[in-house]
């Protein structure tokens, strides 16, 4: 198992927040990152870049991918030292209303935002011109936040980034079983069965792609906790570099060639999937990257990285737009209004994130845990009363 030096950890959510963002961002201001364009005249920078194997810059979908595996990886870490039934049933009893109460109040921000505010640009995409174009209300808010996102439809249109709740949710509980299963039996195939009968389920279609690759990767971080072991690091930086590569991946970008030969339009949801498992194993279980990741800077935004992530779009709807509609119409620049205005969302993202995170992700924290504490006293009382009344 990896040493206890878990820093590393935090400051690699931290990054993967920021190019969650920084996709979010292209996908505002520059597009053709995204989904290239033939015409090479009208983007020639966009296009030439999408067809370069640096989209790890701004892939969303493989940084999503590096949160999965973290989340099944640190479950596993904290579980699993000094293991008790009693620790990892608070677990059960906590994660849900952790992960919610900071969702649900992200849906009522966001309402709050589209409701007072209608922010669009015609230069701008569609992908966030249309962001809050629907018939919202309050309750919706909080029934999409509480509820939805966790248990049925598990998408947000109030705050579109919460469609990763639901495979937190479920994977979170997949490792719970792993992890009473492995103390239990001192057996760890429960995990490669599970892995395989998730993964044959993706396969076969029975399970939506992006719910059963998620799952797998949480799958795959109880593995890498329980299994993984230190390497060197030049196979480390070979690891790294073949996750960053494949997380640049797109179906028909030109650096990708030999993989949509192979595996088509399976591209780029494989592409990033295994790249988020490779980028994880080589920072964590190499000692001089677990280092260089364990940084401050790195460990600040990784604390604070579930706010800014919950809370950009938005700030990206308001700050970034209204920013880019004044600068365009003064300078006329395209590119430079784009730059300013993204660096105008990057910053209040983080800002506000700080108070977002004192005030509601570590109150969430303390209440998730009061729930979990307090279930657990009252079945220690009706234990006892059963037992005197005996």
């Not at 009893?93 to 969702?103: D, F, W």
Request: glycine share 6%; proline share 3%; with cysteine.
């Amino acid at each position: 198992m990896v040493t206890n030096k878990l820093l590393a950890v935090e400051s690699i959510r931290g990054i993967a927040c920021l190019i969650v963002v920084f996709s979010h961002l292209s996908l505002t201001f520059f597009p053709i990152l995204h989904s290239g364009n033939t015409d090479f005249k009208l983007y020639p920078i966009q296009s030439y870049l999408y067809d370069l194997p640096f989209g790890f810059l701004y892939s969303g979908l493989s940084a999503v991918f590096v949160f999965f595996v973290l989340s099944g990886f640190i479950l596993t870490k904290v579980l699993t030292d000094n293991y008790s039934d009693t620790r990892l049933k608070k677990a059960c009893l906590k994660r849900y209303p952790r992960l919610m109460l900071p969702a649900l109040l992200s849906c009522v921000l966001a309402y709050l935002v589209i409701s007072s505010f209608e922010m669009n640009h015609p230069s701008l995409t569609d992908w966030i011109n249309n962001f809050g174009n629907f018939d919202g209300s309050l309750l919706g808010a909080f029934y999409n936040g509480a509820i939805d996102v966790f248990f049925l439809s598990g998408k947000s249109l109030y705050n579109p980034v919460l469609w990763t709740m639901k495979i937190e949710l479920i994977g979170s509980f997949l490792v719970f079983l792993l992890i009473y299963l492995f103390n239990k039996f001192n057996k760890s195939y429960f995990s490669i069965l599970l892995l395989f009968v998730i993964l044959i389920l993706t396969v076969t279609k029975m399970l939506n792609p992006l719910l059963g690759l998620g799952l797998a990767g949480f799958i795959i971080g109880f593995i890498f906790c329980i299994h993984g072991s230190i390497i060197n690091f030049k196979y480390s930086i070979l690891l790294l570099i073949t996750g960053l590569y494949l997380a640049g991946a797109h179906n028909d970008s030109s650096s990708y060639f030999i993989f949509t030969q192979i595996i088509g339009g399976k591209t780029y949801n494989l592409c990033n999937f295994i790249s988020g498992i490779l980028i994880v194993y080589a920072i964590l279980f190499n000692n001089e990257l677990n280092n260089f990741f364990s940084g401050k800077v790195g460990v600040f935004l990784g604390k604070i990285s579930f706010s800014i992530y919950l809370i950009h779009l938005p700030i990206l709807y308001v700050l970034g737009v209204y920013f880019f509609s004044y600068i365009y119409a003064v300078s006329e620049n395209y590119t430079l209004a784009s730059i300013l205005a993204s660096i105008v969302t990057i910053t209040v993202s983080i800002i506000l994130a700080i108070p977002f995170h004192k005030f509601v992700d570590k109150k969430a924290m303390s209440f998730s845990n009061w729930v979990a504490n307090r279930n657990s006293n009252l079945n220690k009382d009706s234990f006892k009363a059963s037992k005197e009344s005996m």
